[in-house]
């Protein structure tokens, strides 16, 4: 019987080999006849790169600041690739459950020391001490500056060089994490709002990660209204302490970043109360109930939790608030305090004081702590022109190698790249313009902050300028943010269902950027901090109080009642006039700003914002879209200046003019509102618009191989520089863990008793489970 067996299992395999090998000869010609319309879209990107106008390495290393940070940028690329923790990103990025996407991320960022000090050693050309992901200890901990053998300026030089390497390999991490709040609030509040001697004191421990810290200001029942925060630091003048409480319910701190699991310790805004002079310590003796001042939203630095075993300390209770659509790579929290004692140099001091008497000592300037804000959101607007540029690399990559449709008879039916469809370059190219507006505008508000930040530390203590500062700040982030959240949704879309996949990065990409709308104060609040100063200005100049009205920066408009009430695009001058587009924008901001603060009449600056809100908002983002504008225009005359070839100039004022006329067409109503523009400059814009999409075209490869972004950063089977998608995206599918296993989850109990039931089976047990069919 077993060898009948036998001879009939080898009958039906020489059957089955006989009937492979046919099938392929009748395939043969079939398969041939196919292969002769696909195209390799590794051919296609390279034969995109050759049409290039302009040299792409040239605009990178103009991005980048120079030559030397491009190197540093493929360097840190390097590393990370094949070192043991960093080189597993993407299988970790899209498939872990949430902690181990937690535990990997916080590893991650645990070593970005560790990996700088080893890149560090690779500059300065010696390798010695990790390699590809030793301990980094000794041999490398030296030249981080902790070693005597060097004098002081080698040693703050290389400290410099570490502290820029680990801002690069934060980046190329990609995912926000527990220590973000560490490092993006924590540490810069202290700097910026602490005393010499409280600096001294907490910087080291949180550079040497001796604490951890995260930022806690929002409330579970209040947000971006920052003066009605409800957490209470009272001020005890007999053991002179502070008594930190959570009042209410709403007023639990909900959200800070790294306050779920990590932080061992928080930056708590909190109002600040002050025995008040009619109180005196003679009423703490009489029993009779004291009298306090409040003194608004002060920090306060406070420690949590155990440094020795991580357990909340006596009164505070804390803990994560729960998965998330996104971001959950981060243990946002919830805190709470139940009459917390702390010292009373708790209370950051560098601009207001608390005396110990409990007299309070005003800062020179009421909003003096309004410093670091203005620092956190313009490194929002950077990250937004970061992540505008992922989006774009990717999709723009993808839309170059990608055939559908239209297939060309002549040429083997070979199909139409995505790209060459005018939707798709007007979807993208205006994006990718954007980004290159959002980085100019980063490097100006960098710029704004910095020259600030020296007035302001010197002897003259001179703040004039965070009025303005604040007031642009507050409405860039919201309209960078904005679009950006915006532009990757769109660069999704032009990759159709491919775009959908976690690998192709945009999900994860949108769900980490998106919360940007929201922290940090929400958008439309924001706006209306920037129009609460453009109305304050304008009443000044139509007050002719112009000697009390420093009009710096991009508020010079304001006064100039709006150039003119025509424009001379398409008459006086060409559609692509530099000037005439930004009077354009000018003339715009201009008008919105006045025909608001008209309807506002003498109602205060509360009651105008309220009651006509929304075209308050509308004033910002128009004020925001000239800054962003300028700033672009202003980043190619600077590049002029630096002797950048006339073809990477030509490009570039392509891409500002693209930018300037895709903005006018989608809120054209703006300028016909008023008569500004007439119906034949309409045309002209849309025609002009069709022009430029089609000048662009052959550099599109080039501009996005010049945003200089590595593979290991974007992460992304659409969007790698080889442009290798097909044979990504099927790698991709093999290595997913979902494919481990034939069986899906739960077939035992749930799929293979209905497959196998007598009454419905159409197998038997000799067929190998094949069906008759």
Same mark, same amino acid.
Not at 115 to 121: G, T
Not at 205 to 211: Q, R, S
């Given at each position: 019987?077993?060898?009948?067996?036998?001879? *009939?299992?080898?009958?039906?395999? *020489?059957?089955?080999?006989?009937?492979?090998?046919?099938?392929?000869?009748?395939?043969?010609?079939? @398969?041939?006849?196919?292969?002769?319309?696909?195209?390799?879209?590794?051919?296609?990107?390279?034969?995109?790169? %050759?049409?290039?106008?302009?040299?792409?390495?040239?605009?990178?290393?103009?991005?980048?600041?120079?030559?030397?940070?491009?190197?540093?940028? &493929?360097?840190?690329?390097?590393?990370?690739?094949?070192?043991?923790?960093?080189?597993?990103?993407?299988? *970790?990025?899209?498939?872990?459950?949430?902690?181990?996407?937690? !535990?990997?991320?916080?590893?991650?960022?645990?070593?970005?020391?560790?990996?700088?000090?080893?890149?560090?050693?690779?500059?300065?050309?010696?390798?010695?001490?990790?390699?590809?992901?030793?301990?980094?200890?000794?041999?490398?901990?030296? !030249?981080?500056?902790?070693?005597?053998?060097?004098?002081?300026?080698?040693?703050? +030089?290389?400290?410099? &060089?570490?502290?820029?390497?680990?801002?690069?390999?934060?980046?190329?991490?990609?995912?926000?994490?527990?220590?973000?709040?560490?490092?993006?609030?924590?540490?810069?509040?202290?700097?910026?709002?602490?005393?010499?001697?409280?600096?001294?004191?907490?910087?080291?421990?949180?550079?040497?990660?001796?604490?951890?810290?995260?930022?806690?200001?929002?409330?579970?029942?209040?947000?971006?209204?920052?003066?009605?925060?409800?957490?209470?630091?009272?001020?005890?003048?007999?053991? &002179?302490?502070?008594?930190?409480?959570?009042?209410?319910?709403?007023?639990?701190?909900?959200?800070?970043?790294?306050?779920?699991?990590?932080?061992?310790?928080?930056?708590?805004?909190?109002?600040?109360?002050?025995?008040?002079?009619? +109180?005196?310590?003679?009423?703490? #003796?009489?029993?009779?109930?004291?009298?306090?001042?409040?003194?608004?939203?002060?920090?306060?630095?406070?420690?949590?939790?155990?440094?020795?075993?991580?357990?909340?300390?006596?009164?505070?209770?804390?803990?994560?608030?729960?998965?998330?659509?996104?971001?959950?790579?981060?243990?946002? =929290?919830?805190?709470?305090?139940?009459?917390?004692?702390?010292?009373?140099?708790?209370?950051?001091?560098?601009?207001?004081?608390?005396?110990?008497?409990?007299?309070?000592?005003?800062?020179?300037?009421?909003?003096?702590?309004?410093?670091?804000?203005?620092?956190?959101?313009?490194?929002?607007?950077?990250?937004?022109?970061?992540?505008?540029?992922?989006?774009?690399?990717?999709?723009?990559?993808?839309?170059?190698?990608?055939?559908?449709?239209?297939?060309?008879?002549?040429?083997?039916?070979?199909?139409?790249?995505?790209?060459?469809?005018?939707?798709?370059?007007?979807?993208?190219?205006?994006?990718?313009?954007?980004?290159?507006?959002?980085?100019?505008?980063?490097?100006?508000?960098?710029?704004?902050?910095?020259?600030?930040?020296?007035?302001?530390?010197?002897?003259?203590?001179?703040?004039?300028?965070?009025?303005?500062?604040?007031?642009?700040?507050?409405?860039?982030?919201?309209?960078?943010?904005?679009?950006?959240?915006?532009?990757? %949704?769109?660069? !999704?879309?032009?990759?159709?269902?491919? =775009?959908?996949?976690?690998?192709?990065?945009?999900?994860?990409?949108?769900? @980490?950027?998106?919360?940007?709308?929201?922290?940090?104060?929400?958008?439309?609040?924001?706006?209306?901090?920037?129009?609460?100063?453009?109305?304050?200005?304008?009443?000044?100049?139509?007050?002719?109080?112009?000697?009390?009205?420093?009009?710096?920066?991009?508020?010079?408009?304001?006064?100039?009642?709006?150039?003119?009430?025509?424009?001379?695009?398409?008459?006086?001058?060409?559609?692509?006039?530099?000037?005439?587009?930004?009077?354009?924008?000018?003339?715009?901001?201009?008008?919105?700003?006045?025909?608001?603060?008209?309807?506002?009449?003498?109602?205060?600056?509360?009651? #105008?914002?309220?009651?006509?809100?929304? +075209?308050?908002?509308?004033?910002?983002?128009?004020?925001?879209?000239?800054?962003?504008?300028?700033?672009?225009?202003?980043?190619?005359? %600077?590049?002029?200046?630096?002797?950048?070839?006339?073809?990477?100039?030509?490009?570039?004022?392509?891409? #500002?003019?693209?930018?300037?006329?895709?903005?006018?067409?989608? %809120?054209?109503?703006?300028?016909?509102?008023?008569?500004?523009?007439?119906?034949?400059?309409?045309?002209?814009?849309?025609?002009?618009?069709?022009?430029?999409?089609?000048?662009?075209?052959?550099?599109?490869?080039?501009?996005?191989?010049?945003?200089?972004?590595?593979?290991?950063?974007?992460?992304?089977?659409?969007?790698?520089?080889?442009?290798?998608?097909?044979?990504?995206?099927?790698?991709?599918?093999?290595? #997913?863990?979902?494919?481990? +296993?034939?069986?899906?989850?739960?077939?035992?109990?749930?799929?293979?008793?209905?497959?196998?039931?007598?009454?419905?089976?159409?197998?038997?047990?000799?067929?190998?489970?094949?069906?008759?069919?």
């Amino acid at each position: 019987m077993n060898t009948a067996w036998k001879s *009939e299992s080898t009958n039906e395999a *020489e059957a089955d080999e006989d009937d492979i090998t046919l099938a392929r000869k009748l395939q043969t010609p079939v @398969s041939k006849q196919i292969a002769q319309s696909s195209v390799d879209p590794r051919k296609d990107l390279l034969r995109e790169r %050759e049409r290039a106008s302009f040299n792409s390495r040239e605009l990178e290393v103009l991005l980048a600041g120079g030559v030397e940070n491009v190197k540093l940028r &493929k360097l840190v690329a390097e590393t990370l690739t094949k070192d043991r923790v960093f080189k597993n990103k993407t299988s *970790e990025k899209y498939s872990l459950p949430r902690e181990e996407l937690y !535990r990997t991320t916080l590893e991650k960022y645990l070593e970005i020391p560790r990996v700088a000090r080893e890149i560090l050693a690779k500059i300065h050309g010696d390798n010695g001490g990790g390699g590809g992901g030793g301990s980094g200890g000794g041999a490398t901990r030296s !030249r981080s500056g902790n070693s005597g053998d060097s004098g002081n300026g080698v040693n703050k +030089s290389n400290n410099n &060089k570490l502290i820029a390497i680990a801002r690069v390999v934060r980046e190329f991490i990609d995912e926000p994490g527990g220590l973000d709040l560490h490092l993006g609030m924590f540490i810069p509040t202290i700097q910026g709002q602490g005393t010499d001697e409280q600096k001294k004191y907490w910087l080291p421990k949180c550079v040497n990660l001796e604490i951890v810290g995260t930022y806690a200001q929002t409330e579970l029942g209040h947000g971006t209204f920052i003066r009605g925060l409800e957490t209470t630091c009272t001020y005890d003048v007999r053991k &002179k302490e502070f008594i930190v409480h959570s009042p209410t319910l709403t007023a639990t701190k909900w959200w800070p970043g790294g306050l779920g699991k990590t932080a061992t310790h928080a930056i708590v805004m909190a109002r600040l109360f002050v025995p008040s002079s009619s +109180s005196s310590s003679s009423s703490f #003796a009489s029993h009779s109930e004291p009298v306090f001042s409040d003194k608004g939203i002060h920090a306060f630095v406070v420690q949590i939790r155990s440094t020795k075993d991580h357990l909340p300390l006596p009164g505070v209770q804390c803990g994560d608030i729960g998965d998330k659509m996104g971001y959950n790579a981060v243990d946002n =929290g919830f805190l709470r305090f139940d009459h917390v004692r702390v010292p009373k140099d708790a209370m950051l001091m560098g601009h207001s004081k608390v005396l110990d008497d409990g007299t309070y000592v005003p800062p020179p300037v009421k909003k003096a702590a309004y410093g670091t804000m203005v620092f956190v959101r313009s490194d929002i607007v950077m990250n937004a022109a970061l992540y505008m540029k992922k989006a774009v690399t990717i999709a723009l990559r993808y839309n170059l190698v990608r055939r559908q449709s239209n297939a060309d008879s002549k040429n083997n039916n070979v199909e139409t790249q995505v790209l060459d469809y005018q939707h798709s370059q007007r979807t993208l190219f205006p994006i990718l313009a954007s980004s290159f507006a959002f980085h100019t505008t980063s490097d100006y508000m960098r710029r704004m902050y910095f020259e600030f930040l020296k007035r302001s530390q010197s002897s003259e203590k001179d703040f004039d300028a965070l009025p303005e500062l604040h007031a642009t700040s507050s409405g860039l982030k919201a309209f960078c943010s904005w679009k950006t959240k915006d532009a990757i %949704e769109s660069c !999704r879309l032009t990759c159709g269902g491919h =775009g959908y996949l976690a690998n192709a990065g945009f999900g994860t990409t949108f769900a @980490s950027y998106a919360p940007n709308v929201t922290y940090e104060g929400d958008n439309n609040v924001l706006c209306l901090q920037t129009s609460r100063y453009l109305l304050k200005t304008m009443r000044a100049l139509q007050a002719k109080l112009v000697t009390e009205v420093k009009l710096v920066g991009q508020m010079k408009y304001l006064s100039e009642s709006g150039n003119t009430f025509t424009s001379t695009l398409g008459h006086e001058v060409g559609i692509r006039d530099e000037d005439a587009l930004l009077r354009a924008y000018e003339h715009r901001a201009w008008r919105l700003c006045s025909q608001a603060t008209a309807r506002a009449g003498n109602l205060s600056v509360d009651e #105008a914002m309220r009651l006509d809100m929304v +075209s308050w908002i509308k004033v910002a983002k128009s004020h925001c879209a000239l800054v962003v504008l300028a700033n672009f225009f202003d980043g190619i005359h %600077e590049a002029e200046k630096l002797k950048v070839s006339k073809e990477t100039i030509a490009v570039l004022k392509r891409l #500002a003019t693209l930018h300037a006329l895709c903005g006018v067409e989608d %809120e054209l109503g703006d300028w016909v509102e008023d008569g500004y523009l007439e119906a034949m400059q309409c045309q002209l814009v849309r025609e002009e618009i069709a022009q430029l999409l089609q000048e662009l075209r052959p550099d599109a490869a080039a501009l996005a191989d010049s945003l200089g972004l590595d593979d290991y950063f974007l992460n992304s089977t659409l969007g790698a520089r080889d442009g290798n998608v097909y044979e990504n995206l099927f790698a991709a599918a093999q290595k #997913a863990p979902f494919n481990s +296993s034939h069986k899906p989850p739960g077939y035992d109990h749930l799929l293979w008793p209905r497959f196998n039931a007598s009454s419905n089976s159409n197998t038997s047990n000799n067929n190998k489970g094949r069906s008759k069919l």
